[in-house]
């Protein structure tokens, strides 16, 4: 319970409240593993809360943003739309349309986690894609808010031998891809924000409730963000990430879940 109220402290500390707060409201996922939750039960977690698009039984964290609204009284339609190991430039050549069926009210999207798998760390392709699939999602829904979500540090791409951040702060990754997406927001007016998820990862690190390294092991009393791979989350990484996005869709303070928060139940 204290690790899981600080996880959510975190979220409100990192997540500025402006967001919708109405009822009937349609959100879209937009992304990858990532979103789906590879590398946890979270993957297949209330499966039947939200729409998967592609038909592959998908929850993630999309499901628990659906557990968190419902929890505190609100409404919202949300739908996943996701392929393993891909950038938004796989959903621009294969899924427009499927994700064009229908006008969305809020959309949150996420490229590939080094920012371009063959040359790591470039925020071109993101900056490109990113601007193109918004400005699509408006020709559906001139009113649509189009929010980008910047990830995490990975940890085998900071400890391990030719990693693209090896031998630097394990927050250098998470504050590259922030930039990134930054670049990204600036350089299209169809873009609402930039919803800081790995910033939250690196609060999480800094404060003591998460371990940094997991090749040297969990601290006794700390968690792991990341899941086997060190590469993908863990369930309290997706947790974070589920909280983070909540606190900018719906305006709300993560807080107001409360101590008796239920998605585990």
């Given at each position: 319970?204290?690790?899981?109220?600080?996880?959510?402290?975190?979220?409100?500390?990192?997540?500025?409240?402006?967001?919708?707060?109405?009822?009937?409201?349609t959100?879209?996922?937009?992304?990858?593993?990532f979103?789906?939750?590879?590398?946890?039960p979270?993957?297949?977690?209330?499966?039947?809360?939200?729409?998967d698009?592609?038909?592959?039984?998908?929850?993630?964290?999309?499901?628990?943003?659906?557990?968190?609204?419902?929890?505190?009284?609100?409404?919202?339609?949300?739908?996943?739309?996701?392929?393993?190991?891909?950038?938004?430039?796989?959903?621009l050549?294969?899924?427009?349309?499927?994700?064009?069926?229908?006008?969305?009210?809020?959309?949150?999207?996420?490229?590939?986690?080094?920012?371009?798998?063959?040359?790591p760390?470039?925020?071109?392709?993101?900056?490109?894609?990113?601007?193109?699939?918004?400005?699509?999602?408006?020709?559906?829904?001139?009113?649509?808010?189009?929010?980008?979500?910047?990830?995490?540090?990975?940890?085998?791409?900071?400890?391990r031998p030719?990693?693209?951040?090896?031998?630097?702060?394990?927050?250098?990754?998470?504050?590259?891809?922030?930039?990134?997406?930054?670049?990204?927001a600036?350089?299209?007016?169809?873009?609402?924000?930039?919803?800081p998820?790995?910033?939250?990862?690196?609060r999480?690190?800094?404060?003591?409730?998460?371990?940094p390294?997991?090749?040297?092991?969990?601290?006794?009393?700390?968690?792991?963000?990341?899941?086997?791979?060190?590469?993908?989350?863990?369930?309290?990484?997706?947790?974070?990430?589920?909280?983070?996005?909540?606190g900018?869709?719906?305006?709300?303070?993560?807080?107001?879940?409360?101590?008796h928060?239920?998605?585990?139940?």
């Amino acid at each position: 319970m204290r690790i899981t109220l600080a996880l959510v402290l975190l979220a409100t500390l990192s997540t500025p409240t402006a967001g919708w707060a109405q009822s009937d409201t349609t959100v879209l996922f937009i992304g990858n593993s990532f979103t789906y939750g590879h590398g946890s039960p979270v993957r297949f977690y209330r499966s039947d809360t939200v729409t998967d698009l592609n038909h592959t039984g998908i929850g993630g964290v999309p499901a628990l943003f659906k557990s968190f609204t419902t929890q505190v009284g609100s409404d919202y339609d949300v739908y996943v739309e996701t392929q393993p190991g891909s950038g938004l430039d796989f959903h621009l050549q294969n899924r427009l349309g499927t994700i064009g069926r229908r006008a969305w009210d809020v959309v949150v999207m996420h490229g590939q986690s080094t920012l371009d798998f063959e040359d790591p760390g470039n925020p071109a392709k993101l900056v490109d894609t990113s601007g193109r699939l918004a400005e699509f999602l408006h020709t559906v829904n001139p009113a649509v808010d189009v929010h980008l979500m910047a990830t995490w540090s990975r940890a085998d791409q900071t400890y391990r031998p030719g990693g693209a951040w090896a031998d630097q702060p394990i927050d250098a990754m998470a504050n590259d891809v922030r930039a990134g997406y930054d670049q990204a927001a600036q350089a299209s007016a169809a873009i609402t924000s930039v919803i800081p998820v790995g910033e939250a990862w690196s609060r999480a690190m800094e404060s003591g409730v998460a371990d940094p390294n997991p090749y040297n092991g969990t601290e006794f009393g700390m968690v792991s963000l990341w899941t086997y791979d060190y590469y993908h989350a863990s369930t309290y990484g997706y947790y974070l990430e589920a909280l983070v996005v909540f606190g900018r869709l719906t305006g709300r303070d993560p807080r107001s879940l409360g101590n008796h928060e239920c998605s585990a139940f």
